[in-house]
């Protein structure tokens, strides 16, 4: 079993910055893949950044030079930094950890611009 904790979420004034983090632990051997996700009231959640084995990077189009994910090399931790916030990033943001088919959610972290 993995547990994950996200942190960092707040209030930010737009084209503002916030660094969410998301922290793994307990069984915490292969995992591969560790990624950002939010949810929008009303909306379905989707993929914001992921990164792969530790090294490979993907970004949704919509945060792409805005948002950047980074890890902590010491340990199963992973950051999203970011920047130029809009009122429409407002929402729930989740970290995943998947480890091979297996995969946990945190319980997420509100993150709400103001306009």
């Known amino acids: 079993q993995v547990r994950v904790v996200e942190s960092g979420g707040g209030l930010v004034q737009a084209g503002g910055s916030l660094r969410l983090s998301c922290a793994a632990s307990?069984?915490?051997?292969?995992?591969?893949?560790m990624g950002w996700y939010r949810q929008a009231p009303g909306k379905q959640r989707e993929l914001i950044a992921g990164?792969?084995?530790?090294?490979?990077?993907n970004y949704a189009d919509f945060v792409k030079g805005r948002f950047t994910i980074t890890r902590d090399n010491a340990k199963p931790t992973v950051f999203l930094q970011m920047n130029s916030l809009k009122f429409e990033d407002t929402a729930v943001y989740y970290c995943r950890v998947a480890q091979g088919v297996n995969y946990y959610w945190g319980q997420g972290t509100q993150v709400t611009v103001s306009s």
């Open positions: 307990g069984s915490i051997s292969r995992i591969n893949v």
């Open positions: 990164l792969v084995n530790g090294d490979n990077t």
